[in-house]
């Protein structure tokens, strides 16, 4: 009875090679679960992550002998006409071009919306999201910095054939004038924005040197 209810028989002594079979299979997974942590680590190793990282976006700024101006833009800032970006002439200014779903532009558009934050009403700040029809888009556009906790900027829109000629393939595109609507700088990917040396050039034009 007592036999039955362990399972076993134990008048039996257990063989050898009863033994090395029981403990062939633990040591099995054991070794298999070793090789996949090995393999995970390895993979990281060789693959860093993914986590956006900006650079510093003040790296090329343009000499001062560049004559290039503000191109002209028409941008939505609600669903009705669009305005001119000229409208806004004559003093320091920030224009973002970046596309809904570019996950580097958000970093850098918060990097962007803390700068703003810091130059309310001394420099212009544009963050203006790419869309195909830009009246309709604006929802969408202000849904995403809703979303992502960018309070400072105001959201713009404009038509994806509007800048075909000013950005690249690499977004966001960032552009940066003076108060003479002439360009110091264009930066083409993403940026860490409120930094000390891009603090310091906009100080300098919000001076007027």
Request: proline share 6%; charged share 20%; glycine share 4%.
């Amino acid at each position: 009875m007592v036999n039955w209810f362990l399972g076993k028989d134990l008048q039996q002594p257990e063989d050898n090679n009863s033994r090395q079979r029981r403990w062939r299979v633990p040591v099995v997974l054991i070794a298999s679960v070793m090789l996949c942590v090995m393999g995970s680590l390895l993979i990281y190793h060789n693959f860093p992550s993914t986590e956006f990282s900006a650079p510093n976006a003040a790296s090329r700024w343009l000499a001062p002998a560049s004559r290039m101006t503000l191109p002209e833009m028409a941008i939505y800032a609600s669903e009705g006409r669009p305005m001119r970006i000229s409208q806004f002439y004559g003093r320091p200014m920030v224009v973002m071009l970046y596309t809904l779903d570019c996950r580097q532009c958000i970093e850098s558009l918060r990097s962007l919306d803390a700068l703003a934050q810091y130059y309310r009403s001394r420099v212009d700040f544009f963050a203006v999201g790419i869309v195909h029809e830009p009246s309709t888009g604006l929802q969408s556009v202000r849904y995403l910095l809703r979303e992502h906790g960018i309070k400072v900027l105001t959201p713009y829109s404009i038509a994806e054939t509007s800048v075909r000629n000013v950005i690249s393939k690499s977004l966001p595109t960032t552009l940066v004038a003076n108060s003479d609507d002439r360009v110091v700088l264009i930066h083409h990917g993403p940026g860490n924005w409120d930094t000390k040396d891009v603090r310091s050039q906009l100080d300098q034009m919000v001076a007027g040197r």
